[in-house]
């Protein structure tokens, strides 16, 4: 098995390994959410305070995890270039010294604090927006299965269904985000690891 061969499956593995482990959390921002809600009608007067550790709760795996990327493609940069990675990251070969006015502020803003920011926002609101859905879907089956009257109960079969299928479909969207995720680390860091042209 050659060195190509030992990369791809490492990189499959890592795939696979971050895919299940965005199941894990994104269970996790379910239960946030629930149990928020769940607060919030308990003692509405603490609404304000549970909404911040909601979102806390909630973008928090997303930030240790765009933080690490970060961290990482930054390390393989210094690494292989030194110091002069961060000139190289900001100031690209072959733009006309009068653009640079323009050129730098563009990509410090692209390169340092957007990449570690779209990172933690796409994976949040991906898991975010899935489980609102599921929270949707299984509170209406609840509502339907113990508190509506006559026909209205046989509701509760058809949001069980959705919710199952919506789970389904989440834990694909899980590893579809893993995958994402995954890939625009190693872009991130293969632009680190570039040398200029």
């Known amino acids: 098995m050659d060195i190509t061969n030992i990369a791809e499956l490492s990189g499959n593995i890592a795939v696979v390994g971050y895919g299940l482990a965005a199941i894990g959390p994104g269970i996790g921002v379910g239960l946030v959410v629930s149990k928020t809600i769940e607060a919030t009608a308990r003692q509405p007067e603490l609404a304000s305070k549970l909404q911040v550790?909601?979102?806390?709760?909630?973008?928090?795996?997303?930030?240790?995890?765009?933080?690490?990327?970060?961290?990482?493609?930054?390390?393989?940069?210094?690494?292989?270039?030194?110091?002069?990675?961060?000139?190289?990251?900001v100031a690209p070969a072959g733009v006309p010294p009068a653009l640079y006015v323009m050129v730098v502020p563009i990509e410090i803003l692209s390169t340092f604090i957007l990449r570690p920011v779209t990172l933690a926002l796409r994976l949040t609101m991906n898991m975010l927006a899935g489980h609102l859905l599921l929270v949707l879907c299984f509170s209406a089956t609840q509502f339907f299965a113990f508190y509506?009257?006559?026909?209205?109960?046989f509701?509760?079969?058809g949001t069980f269904i959705f919710g199952?299928?919506?789970?389904?479909?989440?834990?694909?969207?899980?590893?579809?985000?893993?995958?994402?995720?995954?890939?625009?680390?190693?872009?991130?860091?293969?632009?680190?690891?570039?040398?200029?042209?």
């Open 53 to 89: 550790t909601m979102w806390l709760g909630i973008i928090g795996y997303p930030i240790v995890l765009a933080a690490a990327a970060y961290v990482t493609f930054i390390y393989a940069g210094v690494k292989k270039h030194g110091i002069g990675y961060f000139k190289s990251a």
């Open 148 to 153: 509506a009257d006559g026909l209205f109960s």
């Open 155 to 157: 509701f509760g079969i």
């Open 164 to 197: 199952f299928a919506f789970t389904l479909f989440e834990i694909l969207v899980s590893f579809l985000q893993a995958y994402v995720f995954t890939l625009l680390t190693t872009v991130y860091i293969q632009l680190a690891l570039a040398d200029e042209h």
